[in-house]
């Protein structure tokens, strides 16, 4: 499976961006979804994963209430809309698959995904 995230730029604070990414394989609406972000000196950390089916999600604490994670799977598309963006939300943002049974639970770790895309840069401007 390949995973490419797009979307990203140039943000002031309070401001929104969504961020998109697009997947190679065909068994994409078999796959467990999320999104990870890397800020400059810290640890790639969860932000929000969904389930196969789309019924199933996970937020991070820092990002509830403001960031939302969808799913296209006949467009083969994960999305992550994100408002009310703080300068602490200045990271690179990678989307990650891993291939689930319908009742997996969802992973929130990096060793829980077995794809990975490059990332794109969310900067958020004080």
């Not at 499976?1 to 002031?12: D, E, I, N, Y």
């Not at 401001?15 to 609406?29: E, L, M």
């Not at 019924?55 to 820092?62: L, M, V």
């Amino acid at each position: 499976v390949q995973l490419q995230a797009s979307g990203g730029g140039l943000v002031q604070a309070g401001g929104s961006v969504r961020v998109s990414c697009v997947a190679s394989s065909t068994t994409f609406s078999r796959a467990n979804m999320a999104w990870f972000r890397q800020a400059p000196g810290k640890e790639r950390g969860i932000v929000a994963a969904i389930s196969r089916n789309g019924r199933n999600i996970y937020y991070a604490d820092s990002v509830k209430g403001r960031f939302t994670v969808s799913r296209d799977n006949a467009k083969k598309m994960l999305y992550l809309q994100m408002n009310n963006l703080k300068p602490e939300d200045t990271a690179i943002y990678y989307c990650a698959a891993k291939d689930a049974i319908l009742t997996a639970p969802l992973g929130t770790r990096r060793d829980d995904y077995t794809y990975w895309g490059r990332g794109t840069l969310v900067t958020v401007s004080s």
